[in-house]
């Protein structure tokens, strides 16, 4: 499984910006998808992640009611829809791959990562 992640960039606080994480190879709907983040000087973490299927869905409480997580598996793709941005949420997001029933929030469990997208809120 290949993953290409795009749609970071510079917004303002309070702003609002969709990441896409576009995959290829396999059949995609076997993986479970994950978005990490990780800022300079600290260590990678959990963001959200969702089924294969899509049917459900799980947040790290400090995005939780901000960020939505959805996929289509007819398109191979998983967007995160990042609404009300803070300054913390200044981070490279990582999509990330693995082939699971349900969800991982620990980053070591994926097997497929993509590149990264920068976000930076300015505040």
């Known amino acids: 499984v290949q993953l290409q992640a795009s749609g970071g960039g510079l917004v303002q606080a309070g702003g609002s910006l969709r990441l896409s994480c576009a995959a290829s190879?396999?059949?995609?709907?076997?993986?479970?998808m994950g978005w990490f983040r990780q800022a300079p000087g600290k260590e990678r973490e959990f963001v959200t992640a969702i089924t294969g299927n899509g049917g459900s869905a799980y947040y790290a409480d400090s995005v939780k009611g901000r960020f939505t997580i959805s996929r289509d598996n007819a398109k191979n793709t998983v967007s995160l829809q990042m609404n009300s941005l803070k300054p913390e949420d200044t981070a490279v997001y990582y999509c990330?791959?693995?082939?699971?029933?349900?969800?991982?929030?620990?980053?070591?469990?994926?097997?497929?990562w993509g590149h990264g997208t920068q976000v930076t809120v300015s505040s």
């Open positions: 990330a791959a693995v082939e699971i029933a349900g969800i991982s929030t620990i980053a070591m469990m994926y097997d497929y």
């Open positions: 190879g396999r059949t995609f709907s076997r993986y479970a």
